[in-house]
């Protein structure tokens, strides 16, 4: 046992695997203790009673011992109690998340993870959680059967499409673990493999906070993406068509006319304000139902969507 792994084990990195491991050593242990007790009896006997000598030997009638039955019948109803109450507590402890957890969506797809964080980041490959922390799998697949295992955290859930499956764990070391897609989905699964990245609660925040920001691509197309994935594109066109919100279509430098008879020509500011504080100017013709962003968009990203918004003209 212990972190370092043994030759039956991965290393116990989540607070569950502890009891999942005395649980295992329990019913290992009992067997070998079993085992030797029936073979190495019947080996005993063999040699004690083998045929010697030219004279056979016979024992005296000899039914049945009262004693022995009701040994053989009550230590292995015992054992078996034991095992079953031990094993389902585990498992409720298992099945059930803390209610104060982290909810991250898991989806599995032909052939590879991808992971939503309540901020709105996401990642593929690779989940990133906080030490120290429950964090709760609300998990589904895309096409057929996957399975998320993660060996050192002792949790393996079936990943299923049209349903939704849960599963929970709480790290109690940072570093890197396998993950594993353990239920056969096709050619390339076994190069369904992931890792989870268990950081500080600290690092995880700046993760977090870089995650939906990849320095790869430019400003422009960042803002792209966040227009499709912060859901603006529910309520703005870019192809001038009204919606529930104005089209984003050459909004960069027109005359914006508010609500209260005011106007102002578009600008940085205007946008930044329009997306953290909706409410503060409303556009004439239309309802303010636009949400608050406060909280969801960084900076960072702010910047991105305005670079994106002066692109269409
Ligand atoms: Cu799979």
Same mark, same amino acid.
């Given at each position: 046992?212990?972190?370092?792994? /043994? #030759?039956?084990? %991965?290393?116990?990195? !989540?607070? &569950?695997?502890?009891? =999942?491991?005395?649980?295992?050593?329990? *019913?290992?242990?009992?067997?070998?203790?079993?085992?030797?007790?029936?073979?190495?009896?019947?080996?005993?006997?063999?040699?004690?009673?083998?045929?010697?000598?030219?004279?056979?030997?016979?024992?005296?009638?000899?039914?049945?011992?009262?004693?022995?039955?009701?040994?053989?019948?009550?230590?292995?109803?015992?054992?078996?109690?034991?095992?079953?109450?031990?094993?389902?507590?585990?498992?409720?402890?298992?099945?059930?998340?803390?209610?104060?957890?982290?909810?991250?969506?898991?989806?599995?797809?032909?052939?590879?993870? /991808? #992971?939503?964080? %309540?901020?709105?980041? !996401?990642? &593929?490959?690779?989940? =990133?959680?906080?030490?120290?922390?429950? *964090?709760?799998?609300?998990?589904?697949?895309?096409?057929?059967?996957?399975?998320?295992?993660?060996?050192?955290?002792?949790?393996?859930?079936?990943?299923?499409?049209?349903?939704?499956?849960?599963?929970?764990?709480?790290?109690?070391?940072?570093?890197?673990?396998?993950?594993?897609?353990?239920?056969?989905?096709?050619?390339?699964?076994?190069?369904?493999?992931?890792?989870?990245?268990?950081?500080?609660?600290?690092?995880?925040?700046?993760?977090?906070?870089?995650?939906?920001?990849?320095?790869?691509?430019?400003?422009?197309?960042?803002?792209?993406?966040?227009?499709?994935?912060?859901?603006?594109?529910?309520?703005?066109?870019?192809?001038?068509?009204?919606?529930?919100?104005?089209?984003?279509?050459?909004?960069?430098?027109?005359?914006?006319?508010?609500?209260?008879?005011?106007?102002?020509?578009?600008?940085?500011?205007?946008?930044?304000?329009?997306?953290?504080?909706?409410?503060?100017?409303?556009?004439?013709?239309?309802?303010?139902?636009?949400?608050?962003?406060?909280?969801?968009?960084?900076?960072?990203?702010?910047?991105?969507?305005?670079?994106?918004?002066?692109?269409?003209?």
């Amino acid at each position: 046992m212990g972190n370092g792994g /043994s #030759f039956w084990l %991965p290393p116990a990195s !989540s607070t &569950v695997a502890g009891e =999942v491991d005395s649980i295992f050593y329990f *019913v290992y242990y009992a067997s070998v203790v079993l085992f030797i007790l029936v073979i190495g009896l019947t080996a005993f006997f063999v040699f004690r009673y083998r045929r010697r000598g030219g004279t056979r030997q016979f024992t005296s009638g000899f039914s049945h011992s009262n004693v022995m039955e009701v040994t053989w019948t009550v230590i292995p109803t015992i054992l078996v109690f034991v095992i079953f109450f031990w094993g389902f507590n585990g498992f409720l402890k298992m099945h059930v998340a803390p209610k104060d957890a982290l909810q991250i969506k898991v989806t599995g797809q032909k052939w590879f993870w /991808s #992971f939503d964080y %309540p901020s709105g980041a !996401s990642s &593929v490959n690779e989940i =990133v959680a906080p030490v120290n922390k429950p *964090v709760e799998l609300l998990m589904s697949s895309k096409d057929v059967i996957h399975s998320f295992y993660v060996p050192d955290f002792r949790v393996k859930m079936d990943v299923l499409p049209n349903r939704y499956t849960k599963a929970w764990f709480e790290a109690t070391e940072t570093g890197e673990y396998n993950l594993f897609c353990t239920e056969y989905c096709g050619t390339k699964h076994s190069e369904m493999i992931g890792k989870v990245k268990i950081l500080s609660e600290l690092d995880y925040q700046k993760w977090l906070e870089a995650a939906d920001f990849d320095t790869t691509i430019a400003l422009h197309e960042m803002g792209e993406r966040l227009y499709k994935s912060k859901a603006c594109v529910t309520c703005h066109s870019i192809d001038g068509t009204p919606m529930n919100g104005p089209s984003f279509k050459g909004i960069w430098g027109k005359t914006e006319h508010f609500a209260d008879g005011s106007s102002l020509t578009i600008d940085e500011n205007y946008i930044r304000e329009s997306i953290l504080n909706p409410n503060a100017k409303v556009v004439a013709g239309f309802q303010p139902i636009m949400p608050t962003y406060q909280g969801i968009l960084k900076d960072r990203h702010i910047d991105a969507i305005i670079a994106y918004l002066k692109t269409l003209k």
